[in-house]
């Protein structure tokens, strides 16, 4: 088994075979990990917020183009009205 030893920092220890520094301090470890899940579940929400902006944009352009058609339509039923009109 490998030796582990203390080092000037009291959470660290150092491997002596390896020379591998040892990170001790569970607490850290445990923040580490809460704020890991915390930020997947902000790229989850940021993901889901970017898809529906993405969907509304769709929806918008269909209504614009939509509304777009009926003003020719609109237009064109005036022309013919103003046309028989003054013929």
């Not at 301090?25 to 889901?48: F, G, H, P, T």
């Amino acid at each position: 088994m490998a030796k582990v030893v203390k080092t000037n920092v009291p959470f660290l220890m150092k491997e002596q075979h390896s020379g591998a520094i040892i990170n001790t301090n569970k607490a850290a470890l445990e923040a580490y990990k809460e704020k890991r899940i915390q930020l997947r579940k902000n790229m989850s929400k940021i993901d889901q917020l970017e898809q529906q902006v993405i969907s509304m944009s769709a929806e918008i352009k269909t209504i614009t183009n939509k509304q777009t058609q009926d003003l020719e339509v609109i237009k064109e039923m005036l022309v013919q009205v103003l046309g028989k009109d003054n013929g």
